[in-house]
């Protein structure tokens, strides 16, 4: 078991490196008026790196093509940069701290956050049809088709803006679930899914991956409630509190706080259990990734 | 002569009929908590659509397939839409009114505005490809590559940073032009190429066709500076006058209002030179559309 986190920890290292370099290159320094200064302070030195890696992981155990692989993590970190960027704004979150930096609207202003948000959205999408064959067309086609899905009404916009019209409303848990399967879930779980789309995947197993990923967006959800209770600013690297300040509703304001963290372990189970249900030969890093969302301090 | 203004009348009006019907079937009307709504007010019933236009246009000159060609047309019109949207934010136009509406943040509130903008981005996206066998793979993935380098930090997103630092600065024409050239000029160009990509189209044509694009968009621009200083806010649908308000450089405010106006026509020149040249069989309607461009009063 000891070896186990230890090659997992290895291996999250050499991702998370291998992510940040290949962000470093394709997130523009040279774009016009300081607006590729701040995609970069956006996205670069920053964060886990959890949808790259669930896009990685994923990828291996089908056996997928790497190279679309890696355009496929950077795409969806790109998605979760932006919706971080435009999230913080004042008329959303107006939030002043992220990743323990000012966040891009403080640093670079109002309208450059703005744009450079936008910008990463659009390449997002041009990372995923690089223009020669080191993607098949319909693997391309594909993986457009998914993340836009993921990011757009039916996904992340449309879960946030569910969220912007629940402040201070009682949502019951379904409602509560509904409203994270979208904002934070369905980028996750797609996360998944295009790694299994840059491969072949038998129908069991894209099924059990879909459920997979579902879980552990909504574990990771449930844990980033806790978290928001139990842990401080300077860990988190961002505002703590925050949700119960804003009158928010959380996990841990409907069902109380030990009854969230033992309900974050049922879920947790749910996505060991469709691993072992996808007839994939190695799931470790999969099964890592899960308690790793589980168990994460920030 | 007539005859051909009346059928390029017919032709305007029956492809934007065609348009309007394929974005409302489109353009989520359940979008969850309002998201729907503001995205369907900020694309629906108004504007020259003439993003589409070109597509169509260039797409029946190359004998492109039509199903793709009006996704085409259609997620061009949406990239454009959600420019508008973000660009009449207070933090960067602060402009109320548009087609003579109450802009979207004014009638939904700033949060909402920047979600429809960004749906509407991913939407844009996820038309070009549909999932089933109605665009083919290869062109699907090629309109994404278009698309989102138009749009982004080369491209729209790009051109808006210049323009931000560009309040109060004395730019030459070359980076005027530089400037609208990534503003305006790629979304507009792109929208040519993208309607050529839907067909086969020989290289001459292509790089003809490109000229064509990018003098059209440069046209496009140098009207619509003239316009801001001769006609009315009722008339554009907009606030007039708003460029020199916000000191702005404007080709007027660079050589006359006179030198602009013939500027603009010998641009547009350069546009039915290049259809000359392209080899194409039937240019009509493009050449038909240069000239609507050149000679519009809003």
């Given amino acids: 078991m000891l070896s186990h986190s230890l090659d997992f920890a290895?291996?999250?290292?050499?991702?998370?490196?291998?992510?940040?370099?290949?962000?470093?290159?394709?997130?523009?320094?040279?774009?016009?008026?300081?607006?590729?200064?701040?995609?970069?302070?956006?996205?670069?030195?920053?964060?886990?790196?959890?949808?790259?890696?669930?896009?990685?992981?994923?990828?291996?155990?089908?056996?997928?093509?790497?190279?679309?692989?890696?355009?496929?993590?950077?795409?969806?970190?790109?998605?979760?940069?932006?919706?971080?960027?435009?999230?913080?704004?004042?008329?959303?979150?107006?939030?002043?701290?992220?990743?323990?930096?000012?966040?891009?609207?403080?640093?670079?202003?109002?309208?450059?956050?703005?744009?450079?948000?936008?910008?990463?959205?659009?390449?997002?999408?041009?990372?995923?049809?690089?223009?020669?064959?080191?993607?098949?067309?319909?693997?391309?086609?594909?993986?457009?088709?998914?993340?836009?899905?993921?990011?757009?009404?039916?996904?992340?916009?449309?879960?946030?803006?569910?969220?912007?019209?629940?402040?201070?409303?009682?949502?019951?848990?379904?409602?509560?679930?509904?409203?994270?399967?979208?904002?934070?879930g369905a980028l996750l779980k797609a996360s998944v899914i295009m790694g299994a789309a840059t491969g072949r995947a038998s129908p069991e197993a894209l099924v059990q991956l879909g459920r997979y990923g579902a879980a552990l967006g909504l574990a990771f959800q449930v844990v980033d409630d806790v978290l928001d209770v139990i842990a401080d600013s300077v860990t988190l690297g961002k505002t703590a509190g925050k949700d119960a300040a804003a009158d928010k509703p959380t996990f841990v304001s409907l069902m109380g706080l030990a009854q969230a963290q033992s309900y974050a372990e049922r879920v947790l189970d749910e996505a060991h259990a469709a691993l072992d249900q996808s007839g994939l030969d190695d799931t470790a890093i999969l099964h890592a990734l899960a308690d790793w969302v589980g168990r994460r301090a920030y």
């Fill in 10 to 184: 290895a291996w999250r290292q050499a991702r998370q490196d291998e992510v940040e370099q290949a962000l470093s290159t394709w997130v523009p320094a040279d774009a016009p008026a300081g607006l590729g200064e701040a995609m970069r302070y956006a996205v670069l030195d920053g964060g886990k790196r959890l949808r790259p890696l669930l896009v990685l992981a994923t990828s291996d155990a089908v056996g997928g093509l790497r190279t679309a692989a890696l355009r496929a993590a950077c795409s969806v970190e790109l998605i979760h940069a932006y919706s971080l960027v435009h999230d913080d704004m004042p008329c959303m979150d107006n939030d002043v701290l992220r990743r323990g930096k000012p966040t891009v609207h403080v640093r670079f202003g109002e309208a450059q956050a703005l744009l450079a948000g936008d910008a990463l959205q659009a390449l997002a999408f041009e990372l995923l049809v690089p223009g020669d064959d080191s993607v098949p067309a319909d693997m391309a086609a594909l993986l457009c088709r998914l993340l836009a899905q993921a990011a757009g009404a039916t996904g992340m916009a449309g879960g946030q803006a569910v969220d912007l019209a629940s402040v201070g409303i009682l949502l019951d848990q379904p409602a509560l679930e509904a409203m994270h399967r979208k904002k934070t």
